[in-house]
């Protein structure tokens, strides 16, 4: 037994995948298996187990996986955002430094218990975060050329998998994933493997689309193959999506940083979108999830009050009250949190947003609207009451203590 | 000036329409004009008024089509389903006789102050309730071929219109309401315009997707030929429309009479669904809003307790509450009411609900999840405040008292 951030686990009996699909909202995986693009997905529901889980909120990337690798919420692992604004050195910084960390993840715990262990990330961004402190494999689709024994526990990684290196935005950088761990699994058998997807399809492609089916068929392949090596296989997600548009079919913005100007005075607040990473060109780093950083001498409560009247906005709450709703870490979210509607997303300025990269209507993610994920674990489980609150990262929960 | 229920309008200075689109979730306008098929919409987007408004809850036909041209809620015109529990005779009854209806409508008001007026509507359920009390035209796409001048104020429907009467499930049966108002425009120039269509297709299809886009074009195609006969065109919706299914794909129901059946003991409740109406095959008489009646023995407070945790549910109280919540006639609407979230509707018993003729996963409406409609108007509006909650309601109010 293995107990990480007061949370026990046993061993795993059978190689044990938990796969994290970047944005997939649930319709995704209802519509493709309607329309029979998902054959194992549907024999996995029928002959095992299907939940509707929530995640957490801010309901982007590092946050969820993070979550998903250590069992605990934000509050316990302290990674809130994929950006945040360091109060100590007065900085806006990309949350991909373990240094943000304060939890160990369970992946690193069952390596140092003697299991194998192995990791695919789309994005290196994730990879440092996700590999902390644990021996194994680690290594992500985007570097994949570049992955060495000493830093991942692996090399010459496109030879094993038979893909080149693929485009930062393309469907085929997931596809890596998928293909890479079945390899792995089929060459090295691990004990557990984390899969991590990006969602860039998910961003452009709604539920039941050509783009999106083929990318959801393409995902149940795979996961056919693991299943037919006997694998147990928990899928979840890190957050849904929805289309973030107006009547016009354009982003439908609150510029946040343009409202604060105006209402407060110009540069005396900083607003920080938790959504920014490297790569945002198919979201312009718009998302539904924002917080804000008053000057010492601005009490939060009229703010807040005025907030709370846009129309968008879906919900506006002090830090405190923030941080226990979502269990967040209090000191790194600022003064206000401000969550906006399913159809709505929260800039900074306009002039701040690039949004000439955006070639098919906005949809993007970060909160309560994108809250709902998939839970599936492809057995029969014990002890699950569907009416409980299930979080996704009960997955491994699931398939390390749950089993029939 | 004219007052109804308690609202003030100024008479009409030119033609003006307001039509109702079944089922018109915003994102049906959104997808449709950033892929280029709505160029009407799009223009009068940028050169008019295009508001997201609040529909009523429950967000069924009746209800919000009584509540567009009364200008009030169901509290005060008496409308809250498109079926109900008659409590005075024990039974369960269509809510399509206008001896429901406890206000009187806009649309008879502007009849009797010497304006004409014309009402076209899809099915023939709502034809009598628009209609009560009012001098003019009012036919329905359904019955067109039965139009008589004593009943309806017109006769030989079709070939005014030059189409024939279109099947019940069909997309045409809302063409037909279009081509009627066009056709009526053009040749007896109505002061007012109400056309209200049916929501076959948006059970159907999604957002974005060609059936989706197909009535979308469709429909841009009408109302650009009534603009460019100089009518004032205000466009807002009854309801919005979710896919309303589990992971695999099927109808995510809660069944609340088998439910409560268990639970208190079989038959001594009746659970009602206004969603139901005499045509049911595309969503199966499945929707997110339900409401129960309680033997007198019975407390509702800890039924309400347990259905709060039921999973999928989204909202449960009881008669008081939801009365005031949703300003809803409260001698009409059971001891609790319950509304299902996004992905969740509510039925009565499996045996009682036939999804044989379900040919797409469904989508329906009901809940607080359809809430958000369209409310546009082609013409810049003074007065006119983004952020206050509008409603479908105040459709007429826009084109008759805010017109620049």
Known sequence: MLTVNQRTYQPPRQPTVVVCVDGCEPDYLAQAVAAGRMPWLQSALAEGTGLVADCVVPSFTNPNNLSIVTGAPPSVHGICGNYLFDTASGTEVMMNDPKWLRAPTLLAALADAGHSVAVVTAKDKLRRLLGHGMKGICFSSEKADQATLAENGIEDVPALVGMAVP????????????????????????????????????????????????????????????????????????????????????????????????????????????????????????????????PPDQPAAPIVAQLRGLRGMELVLERGAAADRFELPADRIGDIVCVSERFTVIGTSVARHDLSGLDAPLRSHGGISEQRVPLVVNRKLANVDPNRRWRNFDAFDLVLNHLQ
């Not at 890596?176 to 899969?195: E, I, K, N, S």
């Not at 209402?263 to 979201?283: K, Q, S, W």
């Open 167 to 294: 485009d930062v935005y393309s469907a085929e950088l997931s596809e890596f994933v998928f293909a890479a761990g079945v390899q792995l699994m089929r060459t090295r058998r691990p004990d557990v493997m984390y899969l991590s997807t990006t969602d860039y399809v998910q961003h452009k492609h709604a539920p039941g689309t050509p783009g999106a089916n083929a990318f959801n068929a393409m995902m149940d392949r795979y996961l056919g193959e693991l299943d037919a090596m006997g694998c147990v296989i928990a899928l979840t997600a890190d957050h849904g999506m929805n289309a973030k548009v107006g009547l016009d079919g354009r982003p439908d913005v609150i510029y946040l940083q343009d409202w604060c100007d105006r209402a407060i005075g110009t540069g005396r607040v900083r607003v920080i979108l938790p959504i920014t990473d490297p790569y945002v060109v198919h979201h312009g780093a718009l998302g539904s999830f924002a917080t804000v950083y008053l």
